[in-house]
């Protein structure tokens, strides 16, 4: 009597009937996601990424029947050309991409090096990916390769450190979005935000230090910018203006800096609604106007950089305040895809890992 061959002993194996379709499973998959970003710096690409992001009833509250006309009558004949031309002064030419779509990818490929090599996946069952919120590749897209791939079980990172429903609820709404559509749904969990993580406010210290250091200047005032909310949504129960304040609270602490030397603004603003105060471009004038010379700005709520940091805060404000009698002016790196950054993400997915490895 002949052996079985190795396909045959398999089959008689395999505890499932003839003909059930292959199902892969037992894997765990971890999804980076940021805010987004265009696919390029033209017109229409620029008019679809703000068209999608400000679509978003998370974003934009005011009621539709308002809004709508707005938004494509007004706001998207004239904001994407601008946007353009700013997105043009910082687009990573070599990758034809923007830098927050390089410095995501980048955190995904490293947390997955350090995941396999910390020693937490001896059976290299963990899938890292990434996502944006608004763009590509999108955030639906990447969990149905994830859950392909054998992910029945996926942690939702959303790399906001603050909670906020503009961002950290949006980024959950698309997720579940993506869920209705699966039969086989993997089982979710989302990362908790980490605005006063030790490990998140131990590396933004020592990112800070190193930038400063680096500097040819000491400056008077270490301003530290957020990216501002309308004032309504704090009103109405959204934790964000608390969450910054105690990251910005704990950052003094670790820098052993006062807060009048390190006071926290928000940035921008857009349109004629009330934002949280004090304002960033409006905080910088005054100050040179009031005689601080040498000034440095810091943005702990922006996991990488993007057109917020490098254009906004890095060009336009940097201008604000030269014009207002400033002369020493210096915009910090974000963590990025740094050690110190590195560090951050990979604390917080051991932490909610916990059990799944």
């Known amino acids: ?20 379709p292959a199902a892969k499973h037992g894997r765990v998959g971890v999804l980076l ?24 009833r998370r974003v934009i509250e005011t009621p539709r029947l308002l809004w709508w006309p707005l938004l494509n009558f ?19 030419k070599e990758r034809n991409e923007s830098p927050l779509k390089t410095i995501t990818r980048a955190s995904a490929e490293k947390l997955a090096s350090d995941i396999e090599e910390s020693g937490r996946d001896p059976g290299r069952r963990c899938l890292v990916d990434w996502a944006m919120r608004y763009g590509n590749p999108a ?25 906020c429903a503009a961002t950290t609820a949006t980024v959950c709404d698309k997720a579940f979005e993506a869920l209705q559509a699966m039969r086989w749904q993997p089982t979710l969990r989302v990362a908790a935000p980490y605005y006063d993580d030790p490990v998140y406010i131990g590396a933004l210290a ?13 400056p008077e005032i270490l301003l530290v910018s957020f990216h501002g909310i309308p004032r309504a949504y704090f009103e109405k129960g959204d934790p964000y203006y608390c969450h910054c304040a105690k990251t910005a609270r704990l950052l003094r602490e670790a820098l052993r800096m006062p807060e009048e030397r390190m006071p926290m ?29 040498r000034m440095a700005v810091m943005t702990p709520g922006f996991a990488g950089d993007c057109l917020e940091t490098l254009e906004e805060i ?44």
């Open 206 to 218: 020592q990112s800070a230090r190193r930038a400063l250091g680096a500097l040819d200047f000491e």
């Open 265 to 293: 603004t928000f940035q921008s603003r857009f349109g004629s609604t009330e934002f949280l105060k004090p304002y960033t471009d409006e905080t910088i004038k005054a100050l040179a106007k009031r005689g601080v010379k």
């Open 74 to 92: 007004v706001i998207l004949s004239r904001r994407p050309q601008k946007r353009g031309r700013d997105y043009q002064t910082i687009w990573n």
């Open 139 to 163: 955030l639906a897209d990447r969990l149905a390769a994830l859950q392909a791939a054998g992910c029945d079980r996926i942690l939702l990172v959303p790399l906001y450190p603050q909670y």
């Open 33 to 56: 996601v940021n805010l987004g970003t265009p696919e390029a710096t033209d017109y229409w690409s620029m008019r679809r990424y703000l068209k999608e992001f400000l679509s978003d």
């Open 314 to 357: 890095g060009v336009e404000n940097a201008g604000y305040f030269r014009e207002s009698g400033g002369e020493k002016y210096a915009a910090l790196p974000c963590l990025n895809d740094s050690e110190e950054g590195i560090r951050v993400i990979r604390s917080v997915v051991l932490r909610e890992l916990e059990g799944w490895l």
């Open 1 to 20: 009597m002949n052996a079985p061959t190795p396909s045959e002993a398999f089959r008689a194996a395999d505890p499932r009937p003839a003909g059930h």
